[in-house]
């Protein structure tokens, strides 16, 4: 059974930091691409960041770019999201999808398992 579990979420105030984490089971999780994506009330849900398989590459999106760093550790099958320099505009549910491929994408439609999601909230 194929389980992605994230982690890590909450409250934090503008300027803090937060580590999220994605546990995932039931697949090869070496061969696939992880991405983080993140949904605020009355939004699409976007992409926030994306790793290869093997983490030689990263990408992310405008909005999280100098702030956010995506890093996965393939022996404890779980990817990372740190977020630093938190702003209220960052609020909202993060998910983590797994990609089967070496690279992530931009777009949700193109990834085949994920997370139920975690809360974070940044107060102003």
């Known amino acids: 059974q194929v389980q992605l579990v994230e982690s890590g979420g909450g409250l934090v105030q503008a300027g803090g930091s937060l580590r999220l984490s994605c546990a995932a089971s039931?697949?090869?999780?070496?061969?696939?691409?992880m991405g983080w994506f993140r949904q605020a009330p009355g939004k699409e849900r976007e992409f926030v960041a994306g790793?290869?398989?093997?983490?030689?590459?990263?990408y992310y999106g405008d909005s999280v770019k100098g702030r956010f760093t995506i890093s996965r550790d393939n022996a404890k099958s779980t990817v990372y999201l740190q977020m630093n320099s938190l702003k209220p505009e960052d609020t909202a549910v993060y998910y983590c999808?797994?990609?089967?491929?070496?690279?992530?994408?931009?777009?949700?439609?193109?990834?085949?398992?994920w997370g139920q999601g975690t809360q974070v909230t940044v107060s102003s």
């Open positions: 790793i290869s398989s093997r983490g030689r590459s990263t």
């Open positions: 999808a797994a990609r089967w491929s070496g690279n992530p994408d931009y777009y949700e439609q193109n990834y085949n398992y």
């Open positions: 039931g697949f090869t999780f070496s061969m696939y691409a």
